[in-house]
Nanobody, 128 residues
Framework: QVQLAETGGGSVMSGGSLRLSCAASIYTGRKYCISWFRQAPGKQREGVAVIDDDGSTTYAESAKGRFTISSVSQDNTKSTVYLQMDSLEPEDSAKYYC???????????????????WGHGTQVTVSS
């Protein structure tokens, strides 16, 4: 059983920052990577960043240099994965989801099909 819950969305002006949080509870005993995806109206869901169980990270081109993913473990089953977003642009407006998939080199592909579990999402709106 894996449970994910996102918080931290909101509205900011262009150039501003937001930090999203994903509270992850993993009770399966398996290792997972945690990813952030986003989906804007009328567009496909796209991967933004991922952190694997070993701490390795991968970013989409659109996120490099502006977004930072990190993870803090509370115990063996609970952790919080953050997405610090700086220099936000209106094009970053979307609903942001965290997702979990089996720890693997496939995590770095940032493909939604690799993810088995999804949160409900949090809205980010950036105004110009």
């Amino acid at each position: 059983q894996v449970q994910l819950a996102e918080t931290g969305g909101g509205s900011v002006m262009s150039g501003g920052s937001l930090r999203l949080s994903c509270a992850a509870s993993i009770y399966t005993g398996r290792k997972y990577c945690i990813s952030w995806f986003r989906q804007a109206p009328g567009k496909q869901r796209e991967g933004v960043a991922v952190i694997d169980d070993d701490g390795s990270t991968t970013y989409a081109e659109s996120a490099k240099g502006r977004f930072t993913i990190s993870s803090v473990s509370q115990d063996n089953t609970k952790s919080t994965v953050y997405l610090q977003m700086d220099s936000l642009e209106p094009e970053d407006s979307a609903k942001y989801y965290c997702a979990a998939g089996p720890s693997s080199s496939f995590c770095a592909s940032l493909l939604p099909n690799w993810m088995n579990y999804w949160g409900h999402g949090t809205q980010v709106t950036v105004s110009s």
